[in-house]
């Protein structure tokens, strides 16, 4: 209502906008109108898809506990990761909107026990994305919330993710503490949904996240179908088996292990090494 009041109001003739009480509107005023407008350019068409969406049934036969999730609010940023806004997960995963543009920040976990074994996930059958996919240990968003908002060293992405391994996998969060998150990267990369539906889709910008603990996993079944921890080697034949024994991958995961991982696990104790907090590498 208030985006539309705006671009109603921005568009009438200036011999309108007087006040009744006969002030006029000042010259900056029109100014931060201008700048208002632009703003809503960006997210008001996602916003209207959203809304017509909601009655179009997009969700009809979904599970009930993920469709409450999609009215979580995520943050929507440009390419070069500023935060522009925030619109619902729903939104954000539309295919529709994703193929205006439509990008939002994300976050993927990798979480190794003390003896350097990755822990993976398979998602749940009732997840509305990449349902029984295997993938890294947590894979999710930063929502529109104060504390997951704060931007220094990646705060609020950490303590979001620290709020997710709970969720999804029961990890307590005396086990996996905020400071303890190795904040890596960022890539950038846009997927659709498999199976594909044309409804549904990825586009993020992931902040790479490692950890290193020794944790105790009590999965929701709701998110998590399966766990195990994987070795290099095992993992390596997950990934070159995984057409011939029908093993679903995520698109981002498939990326990351392609890419960086090797690396990455190569210098497990020395993470530091390995940050790069100025690039975007774009995968898109």
């Not at 509107?25 to 109108?33: E, I």
């Not at 979480?111 to 994305?129: H, V």
């Not at 070159?240 to 698109?251: E, R």
Request: hydrophobic share 35%.
């Amino acid at each position: 209502m208030i985006v539309r009041r705006l671009v109603t109001r921005i568009n009438e003739p200036i011999s309108t906008l007087f006040c009744n009480c006969g002030k006029r509107w000042l010259s900056d005023q029109r100014s931060v109108f201008r700048i208002a407008k632009t703003r809503i350019a960006q997210v008001a068409p996602c916003r209207m898809s959203a809304n017509v969406a909601n009655g179009d049934g997009l969700t009809a036969g979904l599970d009930e506990t993920q469709i409450k999730l999609l009215e979580e609010e995520c943050i929507l940023i440009d390419n070069d990761d500023n935060n522009i806004g925030s619109a619902s997960k729903k939104t954000c995963h539309l295919l529709e909107n994703i193929n205006k543009g439509m990008l939002h920040r994300a976050f993927s976990v990798f979480l190794f026990n003390p003896e350097g074994e990755l822990l993976l996930q398979q998602r749940s059958d009732a997840k509305i994305t990449y349902p029984a996919h295997w993938t890294n240990t947590c894979c999710s968003h930063p929502l529109n919330v104060t504390p997951e908002l704060e931007e220094t060293e990646a705060v609020g992405v950490r303590r979001a993710a620290q709020r997710k391994l709970e969720h999804e996998l029961g990890i307590k969060p005396e086990q996996v503490p905020v400071e303890d998150f190795q904040y890596l990267t960022r890539i950038h990369y846009k997927s659709e949904n498999v199976p594909a539906d044309g409804k549904w889709g990825e586009h993020e910008i992931d902040y790479i996240l490692f950890i290193q603990r020794n944790v105790t996993v009590a999965p929701n079944e709701n998110e998590v179908k399966a766990h195990r921890y994987v070795s290099r080697q095992q993992l390596k034949e997950i990934m070159a088996n995984s057409q011939k024994n029908g093993t679903l991958i995520t698109p981002w995961f498939r990326l990351i292990v392609e890419t960086f991982l090797d690396k990455w696990w190569d210098n497990l104790g020395d993470l530091k090494s390995q940050r790069d907090h100025t690039s975007v590498h774009r995968m898109v």
